[in-house]
């Protein structure tokens, strides 16, 4: 399974992770399957489904998702009771995002993908951050002194370093830096 950058399937796959997480989707539950990946969720506050795709193997010469992905999406919402859809690979054809547009299905490229308050992707970031605390060391630390992950000026944790790492870029402003905190954090969680 997966593309021929193994990087960019893991970039795909948390630019779908990063949505739900944001956007406050539920019960998130990942299915490999032969072109992909597909998460459904529940939007929150609503009994809607969501169907994210990641499509990393399109199967086609150039490596873009056409109209017969679209059209495979559109089939797997349907089957899986899904109200909304979106669909994320690295490229697609004209073709495909006229569909898409068409169908109301939103797209996802490894040139575009929607903008996130800062705010929101931080605070996203602090619950993946404090996730994962609590399945390495079994609690989430109250404050700094909690946290053995950074001792005598060094860090000894990886996700004490990334979240030390968001709280400067969120200062900042910096949510490109913010992005790549939340991409760091997914990778952490998935490796496990």
Same mark, same amino acid.
């Given at each position: 399974?997966? *593309?021929?950058?193994?990087?960019?399937? =893991?970039?795909?796959?948390?630019?779908?992770?990063?949505?739900?997480?944001?956007?406050?989707? @539920?019960?998130?539950?990942? &299915?490999?399957?032969?072109?992909?990946?597909?998460?459904?969720?529940? @939007?929150?506050?609503?009994?809607? /489904?969501?169907?994210?795709?990641? +499509?990393? /193997?399109?199967?086609?010469?150039?490596?873009?998702?056409?109209? !017969?992905?679209?059209?495979?999406?559109?089939?797997?919402?349907?089957?899986?009771?899904?109200?909304? *859809?979106?669909?994320?690979?690295?490229?697609?054809? &004209?073709?495909?995002?006229?569909?898409?547009?068409? &169908?109301?299905?939103?797209?996802?490229?490894?040139?575009? @993908?929607?903008?996130?308050?800062?705010?929101?992707?931080?605070?996203?970031?602090?619950?993946?951050?404090?996730?994962? %605390?609590?399945?390495?060391?079994?609690?989430?630390?109250?404050?700094?002194?909690?946290?053995?992950?950074?001792?005598?000026?060094?860090?000894? %944790?990886? +996700?004490?370093?990334? =979240?030390?790492?968001?709280?400067?870029?969120? &200062?900042?402003?910096?949510? /490109?830096?913010?992005?790549? !905190?939340?991409?760091?954090?997914?990778?952490?969680? /998935?490796?496990?």
């Amino acid at each position: 399974m997966g *593309g021929e950058d193994p990087r960019m399937d =893991s970039l795909l796959e948390s630019k779908a992770e990063m949505i739900m997480a944001i956007r406050g989707y @539920e019960n998130g539950e990942r &299915q490999t399957w032969g072109k992909g990946v597909d998460f459904t969720a529940t @939007e929150p506050n609503s009994k809607g /489904n969501v169907l994210l795709r990641v +499509i990393t /193997n399109p199967r086609s010469r150039a490596g873009v998702v056409g109209v !017969d992905g679209v059209k495979e999406m559109i089939n797997a919402m349907k089957h899986r009771d899904c109200d909304k *859809g979106i669909l994320i690979s690295r490229r697609f054809s &004209q073709a495909a995002k006229k569909e898409t547009r068409q &169908q109301g299905i939103q797209i996802v490229s490894e040139t575009f @993908e929607p903008k996130f308050e800062p705010i929101r992707l931080y605070s996203a970031i602090l619950d993946y951050a404090d996730d994962l %605390c609590k399945t390495k060391c079994g609690l989430v630390p109250k404050k700094a002194s909690d946290c053995k992950g950074f001792s005598d000026g060094h860090y000894t %944790c990886r +996700i004490r370093l990334i =979240s030390d790492n968001a709280s400067f870029h969120f &200062q900042r402003g910096w949510t /490109n830096l913010l992005t790549g !905190d939340f991409r760091q954090l997914t990778q952490l969680k /998935n490796s496990k």
